[in-house]
């Protein structure tokens, strides 16, 4: 089943930049998608789009079933409830604690305050900080803060998880521990697509990516497939 | 579904009602905006009602005096009284006769007294009179022209042109005042917009995740439409206080008049209350309209 299709996208901004040309891709259900490329060549734009931050110029753009292309402002969070997104600077409450973070989600959903209780204690346990439930992020290395935006992605069970660039301001270690959870995330059925600019980590877990420049698909690499290929490529 | 509905709502306000307290510091900027132009809202609107007031007591004052002819009978006096009531814009018509006007003015004036004494129904150069009451004061000299052609009608008094100025004027004064209030309903709402769009913007983020976490539109306005109308009863505190022992001091201060008796202001009693409640949902108002406003520009994309 295609979770995600994209045909014929193309992104022109405002100021003339053209993010993204003529793109097609399609992912299954259960995949885990990198997409890499160096700085400027769309991979922002891309899952902006997907997750309808951005609209596409032109295309169509369809996601967990909603033509995101078409989708109208004020309906944006229907498509927001069937996905989560993760971000390099985690975009946590600071004045809010670990618990009340990922509960927000839940909270605006209207779910009972019980069920809300279960399903968030559920998911810090899948990440590993049901014991810092009760602290706040600042009192949080970054990679449990990253480990808290996760929970919080995840914790309505959506279908596709988001992430830009969630390693990006964490150190190797960290960034590994970042990915196990993911892929613990993705064995439970959820599909994940995750841009990034760190090869080490594509090149150890072997996923299938996509390699993007100036705004087209310059490689699909399949399942497995990854050949570091990054010293051609500079420019 | 409705329970849902219910738990989201409960939860909006719960989080408005933190968020004034958390972010006191700007909530105050807004509440001090607000209390500042109820203020002069509730003046505007204290002076207009009295104006109004004034008016009406004004008018229910004037009277055409007409004075009969010296040697009228009773004949020709119901004759003038069946002109009179021909005429369309008049209310009330009563008859006050010459012996009556002596009494009045032998009461009123010990001089009167001695000079007046001994006049009797055919010595009497007093006339007979018709005080007439008119329903429109706009149209007064067009009516005191008709009863002036009446027969058997002397002469016609009721003030000229003194009394339609007063009228106007009063008329003036209302309209600026209510020009005044709705100019400053109109920029208190701008300031508002602003204030709170100084507060949305270090909350940004936070919209940002709600947002994100898929809270609907409305789901994220509620809380801040709610904040808005928490604004706005905390700034109509002040003004609401100033005006019920504002003006009960002022109303005891003056006797309840302004320059004679004829003018008098409004009774404090219901009217404070009735302010306050215009002062209440004024405030509400700008505070929500201020807040949604300010938290629009943050939802499209």
Aim: glycine share 6%; charged share 25%; with cysteine.
């Amino acid at each position: 089943m295609n979770l995600i299709v994209m045909q014929g996208v193309n992104k022109r901004y405002k100021n003339g930049v053209n993010a993204i040309q003529d793109l097609n891709l399609t992912i299954e259900k259960g995949e885990f998608v990198f997409v890499i490329g160096s700085t400027g060549c769309g991979k922002s734009t891309l899952i902006k789009m997907l997750y309808r931050e951005e609209k596409p110029t032109k295309g169509k753009i369809i996601v967990g079933g909603l033509n995101v292309a078409k989708l109208r402002n004020s309906k944006v969070y229907k498509l927001r409830r069937k996905i989560g997104v993760v971000f390099q600077d985690f975009k946590l409450l600071p004045k809010s604690t670990v618990f009340e973070n990922v509960a927000f989600a839940l909270e605006v959903l209207g779910l009972p305050k019980d069920e809300i209780y279960h399903k968030v204690i559920k998911v810090l346990e899948l990440v590993g900080l049901k014991h810092k439930a009760k602290n706040y992020p600042n009192q949080l290395s970054g990679g449990e803060q990253q480990r808290v935006a996760i929970a919080r992605a995840i914790v309505n069970g959506p279908k596709i998880l988001i992430c830009d660039e969630p390693t990006g301001n964490l150190d190797e270690n960290t960034s590994m521990e970042i990915m196990t959870v993911l892929e613990e995330i993705n064995k439970l059925g959820t599909t994940i697509i995750m841009v990034t600019h760190d090869r080490t980590i594509v090149k150890k877990l072997k996923k299938r990516t996509i390699l993007l420049d100036s705004g087209r698909i310059l490689k699909d690499y399949k399942k497995g497939k990854y050949v570091d290929e990054s010293n051609k490529n500079i420019k | 579904m409705s329970m849902r509905a219910i738990r989201i709502l409960s939860r909006n306000i719960r989080d408005s009602f933190k968020s004034v307290f958390r972010n006191f510091s700007l909530s105050l900027a807004s509440i001090s905006c607000i209390t500042i132009t109820l203020l002069v809202v509730a003046l505007s609107i204290v002076l207009s009602f009295n104006v109004n007031n004034f008016t009406k007591l004004v008018e229910k004052d004037v009277t055409i005096v007409t004075f009969l002819d010296v040697d009228i009978d009773e004949a020709g006096r119901e004759e003038v009284l069946t002109e009179l009531k021909k005429i369309n814009n008049i209310d009330k018509i009563s008859f006050e006769s010459k012996m009556e006007i002596a009494d009045e003015m032998m009461d009123a004036n010990e001089t009167y007294k001695n000079i007046m004494s001994d006049w009797d129904e055919e010595s009497s150069p007093l006339q007979d009179t018709y005080l007439v009451k008119v329903k429109d004061i706009e149209q007064i000299e067009k009516t005191a022209n008709q009863i002036k052609k009446i027969k058997g009608v002397n002469i016609v008094k009721y003030g000229e042109g003194m009394i339609e100025k007063l009228v106007s004027t009063f008329d003036l004064v209302n309209k600026v005042c209510y020009g005044i209030v709705l100019a400053l309903i109109i920029v208190t709402a701008f300031l508002i917009t602003n204030t709170i769009k100084i507060t949305i913007f270090s909350r940004k983020r936070e919209i940002e995740i709600m947002r994100l976490v898929g809270a609907s539109n409305i789901n994220i306005k509620i809380p801040f439409i709610f904040e808005g109308l928490f604004l706005g009863l905390l700034g109509s505190i002040i003004p609401i206080a100033v005006t019920i022992y504002g003006y009960k001091a002022i109303y005891t201060k003056m006797d309840g008049q302004v320059f004679s008796s004829i003018i008098k202001l409004v009774k404090p009693m219901p009217f404070v209350f009735e302010i306050s409640i215009i002062l209440v949902i004024i405030g509400m108002f700008v505070g929500m309209f201020g807040s949604w406003q300010a938290v629009r520009k943050y939802l499209k994309i």
